[in-house]
């Protein structure tokens, strides 16, 4: 079992917030020493453009932006070409829409989602339905978001050509069966896609295991800075699919006639001048988590959340809306209360969550309500954090929530 | 001081207000008639969604209602806006609702003018919170520029 306490030291936010119990982990995640230090020795001892200088930062700066593409590939078990450097999550799932569409499917064809999925797994869909007749089908979930296989095998049909899932949902935490879905998929000659935000940072993730062809995930969320992210893709798909942006360091060649050459994967989806110092701070907290052990943070995490959930399941004034799940966020109302009140009360006692709908617009279809409010955890979260946001949550009333105004 | 501004000094009170209006908010139902304006105000970062109705006829707001999915302060706010601007002439309003983004950003303000309003006062203190005081405020304040506009 992780040594939590040991770990908290290695977050300056913790430090310098000793009174808040940050439970927004699903937003966004805070950064040990070891990210910091790295984005700084960029900044500070190893600036420079990478794949174009001669001198030695530049070897140096080559050294360590493809350096962090290795320990991509050792977190997710890929070889480090297959690793492509993006903005986030959302610019990966925009470029593998933009894929799909431009270079795998044709009108006609269908891609099966669910209506769990964050808004960067859908609407990128949605506009390729729009712009070229491939149609989008949803694979039905249950009440906690979670996918069965009898209704993938049911959702599949000669024209699906593509499932696009996230592993573990963004607002239930409902964790999806991949390999298995990955089957089904590969078995119908559908591409397996799947949204990697919320399950990358928080467990292991093997994409030849697993069988996935097209991984997305964010920085942020794993302990890396803002603005980067990954784009996974099996080499060979890589080399058939076409990039959104084009541009320096990513072409090979062109002529004044409009031809051009791009250069393989990953580099010709990095298009421009990339997030060198981003991509370097992503190396290192891959590394941090890798020290750590995805295993280890994932039963840290499973247990901590066990203990969290169970005590909010005991709230008379909460309603519980994902209690089946066994990770990702414990997901609830107030009864009477407003999700924004509710967080903003529990702000009130230096308690960060999330309210409102959480970029999944459609998920009220299932679970039968617009709002609600997320509190999700990460690693360095404790049982005594857990205690605090359950006492503060058992105080949640619309006299309360209107109080903090007073 | 009279009697009722002295109440609204009180927190107890005002808080009273703010639940009261939330859960039983007054003019709170669309109607289908014709002549009224209407405009749909959702925040791009909150849930709040409410839809706001006016009958503005010969320089009066005749009738002012609301309805939607929205938090207390949202729904609060804008039951007291229907209160205090139905039957008021459009300069009236106009001067009410200067006097309440005022007190919204924390500046001076008439709290005579704002009446049951007033509850609101604080909300500057959570920045986050001024656009849930404001949606339906400024629902308003766009019908009547666009009925000045129109004449």
């Known amino acids: 079992m992780i040594d939590v306490e040991r770990i908290r030291k290695d977050f300056p936010m913790l430090q310098n917030h000793p009174d808040l119990v940050y439970f927004d982990n699903g937003a966004t995640t805070f950064k040990p020493q070891q990210v910091i230090d790295a984005v700084m020795h960029f900044y500070t001892s190893t600036t420079s453009n990478v794949e174009r200088g001669d001198y030695p930062i530049a070897a140096e700066a080559d050294h360590l932006y493809n350096g962090a593409r290795s320990s991509i590939a050792r977190l997710i078990n890929c070889r480090p070409e297959e690793v492509c450097f993006t903005a986030g999550d959302t610019a990966s799932m925009n470029q593998i829409a933009y894929g799909m569409q431009h270079d795998f499917l044709k009108a006609g064809d269908v891609i099966l989602t669910t209506e769990a999925e964050h808004a960067s797994n859908l609407l990128p869909w949605f506009r390729m339905e729009r712009e070229s007749g491939i149609k989008v089908e949803y694979i039905p979930v249950d009440r906690q978001g979670v996918i069965h296989i009898e209704d993938v095998e049911k959702a599949m049909h000669p024209g699906v050509r593509a499932i696009a899932v996230a592993h573990v949902t963004n607002v239930l935490g409902s964790v999806q069966p991949i390999s298995e879905i990955a089957r089904i998929a590969h078995e119908g000659g559908a591409y397996m896609i799947v949204d990697g935000a919320q399950s990358v940072p928080h467990r292991k993730t093997d994409v030849q295991a697993m069988g996935i062809d097209f991984l997305a995930f964010s920085g942020h969320k794993m302990c890396g800075p803002s603005g980067i992210g990954v784009m996974y893709g099996r080499y060979d798909l890589l080399q058939r699919m076409q990039p959104i942006a084009l541009g320096g360091g990513m072409n090979a060649r062109f002529e004044s006639c409009g031809d051009m050459t791009l250069k393989n994967a990953p580099y010709k989806f990095e298009a421009g001048t990339p997030n060198i110092e981003g991509a370097i701070g992503l190396g290192a907290a891959a590394e941090y988590l890798l020290a750590i052990g995805m295993d280890e943070i994932n039963a840290y995490e499973t247990e901590l959340r066990a203990y969290f959930a169970e005590q909010i399941s005991k709230l008379d004034n909460i309603e519980f809306l994902n209690p089946d799940n066994a990770s990702g966020p414990v997901t609830f109302n107030a009864k009477g209360v407003f999700a924004q009140d509710a967080a903003g009360y529990l702000a009130s006692r230096g308690i960060a969550v999330r309210s409102g709908n959480h970029c999944a617009k459609i998920l009220h279809e299932i679970i039968g309500t617009d709002q609600s409010i997320r509190a999700s955890l990460y690693f360095y979260n404790t049982r005594k954090e857990a205690d605090r946001f359950v006492a503060a949550a058992k105080d949640i009333s619309l006299e309360n929530a209107v109080g903090i105004f007073f | ?151």
């Open chain 2, 1 to 151: 001081m009279s009697e009722e501004s002295s109440l609204l000094n009180d927190p107890e009170v005002l808080r009273e207000l703010i639940m009261d209006h939330y859960q039983y908010p007054h003019h709170h139902k669309l109607t289908e008639e014709q002549g009224y304006h209407s405009v749909h105000m959702a925040s791009d970062s909150c849930i709040d969604d409410i839809t706001v109705q006016s009958l503005i006829r010969d320089g009066r707001i005749q009738d002012i209602r609301f309805d939607g999915v929205a938090c207390t302060i949202s729904t609060a706010s804008t039951s007291m806006m229907t209160d205090l601007l139905r039957g008021k002439t459009v300069a009236e309003a106009k001067e009410i609702i200067r006097n309440y983004f005022s007190m919204i950003d924390a500046k001076e303000y008439d709290p005579d003018l704002l009446e049951e309003a007033v509850a609101m006062k604080n909300v500057y203190r959570q920045a986050n919170r001024i656009k849930c005081a404001t949606i339906g405020w400024k629902a308003m304040q766009q019908m009547i520029d666009e009925s000045e506009e129109t004449k």
